[in-house]
C-alpha cells in the first residue's frame, strides 16, 4: 500500500534561510511523487513532480525536491525563504490500487519570519 | 480562466439534512475527484470519476454520494449528515494523460451540527 509521512507538521523559518520539508513515502509500484502547496483560503496547486525522469526536480517558485530511492524520500528545498512562501505543504504519492488516485501527507505548515 | 469551482463555499447545516456541493470544471478533464481534508490527517479521497457515468469510491466513501452524468460535473451528496462529516471538502479535476497533475477547487466548509 502507498502512504507517505511528512515530519514536523510544522516548521518555521527565518526569511532569506534554507527551507527544508522532509517527505517520505512507501509505494508498492514505482512511485510517482508531488509536492503541493496550498496557500490560506485556497484549494491546492501542483508545485512540483516526480515521475521517473530526473532525480532532482525543479518546480515553481523556486522550490526543488531531489528523489532518493535508497532512503524513500523526496524532501523539498528552497534556498532563500520568502515571506510569500508562508503556506501548507503536501506531499504526495500516486496510489497503487486505485488509477489517479493521490495519496497525501498530513502536511507541513510553513511560517516565514521576517 | 481554467478552473474548478465549488459552491457553497461555507455551509452549516444540521443532522440528517440532505445537502449537495457542486463541482464544476471548464477545462474538460476526465478524471475528477472528492477529497476531504481534516488536520493531522492531510487528504482522503472520497470517491472519484474517470469519465462520465464510470464512479469508484476512495478511501473514505461511507455517507457520501456522487454522480456523474455530465463530464464537466461531479456533484457531492450527502443524504443525511453526520457530525462526523464536518471538514473541508476539495474536488479536484485532470486530463487523462496527466491523471496525477490535478487541480483543486477552493473548497467547501461543511459543518454539521
Known amino acids: 500500500a502507498q502512504s507517505v509521512t511528512q515530519l514536523g507538521s510544522h516548521v518555521s523559518v527565518s526569511e532569506g534561510a534554507l527551507v527544508l520539508l522532509r517527505c517520505n513515502y512507501s509505494?508498492?509500484?514505482?512511485?510517482?511523487l508531488f509536492w503541493y502547496v496550498q496557500y490560506p483560503n485556497q484549494g491546492l496547486q501542483l508545485l512540483l513532480k516526480?515521475?521517473?525522469?530526473?532525480?532532482l526536480v525543479k518546480g515553481i517558485n523556486g522550490f526543488e525536491a531531489e528523489f532518493k530511492k535508497s532512503e524513500t524520500s523526496f524532501h523539498l528545498t528552497k534556498p532563500s525563504a520568502h515571506m510569500s512562501d508562508a503556506a501548507e505543504y503536501f506531499c504526495?504519492?500516486?496510489?497503487?490500487?486505485?488509477?489517479?488516485?493521490?495519496?497525501f501527507g498530513q502536511g507541513t505548515i510553513l511560517t516565514v519570519h521576517p | 480562466e481554467a478552473q474548478v469551482t465549488q459552491n457553497p463555499r461555507y455551509l452549516i447545516t444540521v443532522t440528517g439534512k440532505k445537502l449537495t456541493v457542486t463541482c464544476s470544471q471548464n477545462?474538460?478533464?476526465?478524471?475528477m475527484s472528492w477529497y476531504r481534508q481534516d488536520p493531522g490527517l492531510g487528504l482522503r479521497q472520497i470517491y472519484y470519476?474517470?469519465?462520465?457515468?464510470?464512479?469508484d469510491k476512495g478511501d473514505v466513501p461511507e455517507g457520501y454520494k456522487v454522480s456523474r452524468k455530465e463530464k464537466r460535473n461531479f456533484p457531492l451528496i450527502l443524504e443525511s449528515p453526520s457530525p462526523n462529516q464536518t471538514s473541508l471538502y476539495f474536488c479536484a479535476s485532470s486530463p487523462w494523460d496527466r491523471i496525477y497533475e490535478q487541480y483543486f477547487g477552493p473548497g467547501t466548509r461543511l459543518t454539521v451540527t
Open positions: 477545462m474538460n478533464h476526465e478524471y
Open positions: 504526495a504519492v500516486r496510489g497503487g490500487t486505485s488509477y489517479g488516485k493521490l495519496t
Open positions: 516526480y515521475t521517473s525522469a530526473a532525480t
Open positions: 509505494s508498492s509500484v514505482p512511485p510517482y
Open positions: 470519476s474517470m469519465n462520465v457515468e464510470v464512479t
